[in-house]
């Protein structure tokens, strides 16, 4: 079964190497602009249920980023608020995954 979470996890990974690269450099495309479809990828991710582990984990993942970004007390109230939001929905998309992966009750 195919995760789109994992296919954005693959593909912000990619984005993540050639941002760190590009910000060493001053050739090549902006890394705002790389950094920007990562930023994309990251809000996509959180919406979406996971279908496989690494999915799973890189929400897990986003959830701990989002969740330690809106606890920082030199972040404004917006950005700290839209990164609980994130955090939040990221949390509810894992849970649903979660719950997708007990095993159903046996029948008595």
Not at 30 to 38: A, F, G, T, V, W
Not at 88 to 93: L, M, N
Request: proline fraction near 5%.
């Amino acid at each position: 079964m195919s995760c789109a979470v994992a296919e954005l996890a693959a593909e912000w990974a990619m984005l993540d190497d050639h941002v760190a690269a590009l910000w060493m450099t001053e050739d090549g495309p902006s890394p705002l602009l790389l950094d920007e479809r990562r930023l994309t990828i990251e809000a996509q991710a959180v919406k979406l249920t996971p279908q496989s582990v690494a999915g799973a984990m890189f929400i897990a993942w986003l959830v701990g980023l989002h969740a330690s970004i809106a606890n920082d007390e030199d972040a404004g109230q917006d950005e700290r608020s839209r990164h609980l939001e994130a955090a939040v929905t990221g949390s509810r998309s894992l849970a649903r995954y979660l719950a997708g992966r007990l095993p159903l009750p046996e029948a008595s």
